[in-house]
């Protein structure tokens, strides 16, 4: 039978974790405190609700329907308490706080550095943590509430994200300059077909975004594919051969030339995601008033 009594914050805390690493030993990891600590914690969950919120599945765990459900509330209730946590705190001033940021590795490479710099300068006592990771797990940790501000894309694919456009930036083909095409200033899609070529592998959501509207052409010029653009932009350097790659993506001072591709010309929009049922904190809104602020044309040579 459920308890008359409710459930305390870190019970919240503690469910939320082994319902996101589905196991508890990495979520008692994680937490700080031991195995034993947590799995009475859960229990005690469990019979203040009176249901079972997990099963066990092999050395893991996974969420009962109960639990998915009660997932979606104590999420909720999580996120209020620290939104509220943080209005109180910055009732004062940004003398101190913390800040986490989720953003894609181009923009982390070239748009984030110099606001993030003038974002610090100005706050110095608020601690910023800045994780590099893919759009799609950057949509996610903003969602679950473990990010507070992300730089990716726009449209957002998530429902519960709220994306704030920056500027567009056109699909280029990065060459260096001893490349046949680096006089040129565009270059049709079709004419990719008969050149080597470089992409990011397909795990990045900009490579699927290029397969979408560039496929047919690219079938048979693709020779490399690589995670990292500077590695590729290296590599690239040495070999001669071409990148498509979003124009951002090609450092100012790199000794590319930049060829826009037409017929057809794709783009895409670089943005500020949020979560939509979130107070935004005040260090987010001024860091995110310093992006703003570098958010100029790319230079095109």
Not at 23 to 46: G, I, K, M, Y
Not at 137 to 151: F, K
Not at 217 to 234: F, Q, T
Request: hydrophobic fraction near 45%; glycine fraction near 6%.
């Amino acid at each position: 039978m459920p308890s008359n009594a409710s459930p305390e914050l870190r019970h919240l805390r503690y469910f939320l974790a082994v319902a996101r690493l589905q196991h508890v030993t990495r979520a008692a990891d994680a937490l700080h405190v031991t195995q034993s600590t947590l799995s009475h914690q859960l229990r005690q969950l469990e019979e203040l609700l009176g249901v079972e919120l997990f099963d066990r599945v092999g050395r893991g765990v996974q969420l009962t329907e109960a639990g998915r459900t009660f997932q979606t509330y104590a999420t909720r209730a999580l996120l209020e308490v620290e939104d509220g946590a943080t209005a109180v705190r910055e009732l004062g001033s940004l003398l101190r706080g913390n800040l986490r940021v989720g953003v894609i590795h181009t923009y982390n490479a070239t748009l984030l550095p110099p606001a993030l710099a003038r974002f610090i300068n100005a706050h110095p006592g608020v601690h910023v943590v800045v994780e590099d990771l893919p759009a799609l797990a950057i949509e996610q940790d903003i969602a679950d509430g473990r990010l507070d501000l992300g730089i990716a894309f726009a449209p957002a694919g998530h429902p519960d994200i709220v994306a704030e456009p920056l500027f567009e930036e056109a699909l280029i083909l990065a060459v260096p300059p001893r490349h046949p095409a680096a006089p040129r200033s565009h270059i049709p899609a079709e004419e990719l077909s008969g050149l080597r070529l470089a992409l990011q592998t397909t795990r990045f959501s900009s490579r699927r975004r290029i397969d979408e509207s560039l496929g047919s052409w690219l079938k048979g010029a693709i020779h490399l594919e690589m995670s990292s653009i500077d590695a590729m932009l290296k590599t690239l350097s040495l070999n001669g051969m071409g990148a498509v790659l979003f124009e951002r993506a090609v450092p100012a001072g790199a000794d590319f030339a930049r060829v826009r591709i037409t017929q057809p010309e794709v783009s895409r929009t670089a943005a500020l995601l949020w979560n939509a049922q979130r107070t935004r904190s005040a260090a987010a809104r001024r860091l995110a008033e310093a992006i703003h602020m570098e958010c100029r044309p790319a230079t095109h040579t």
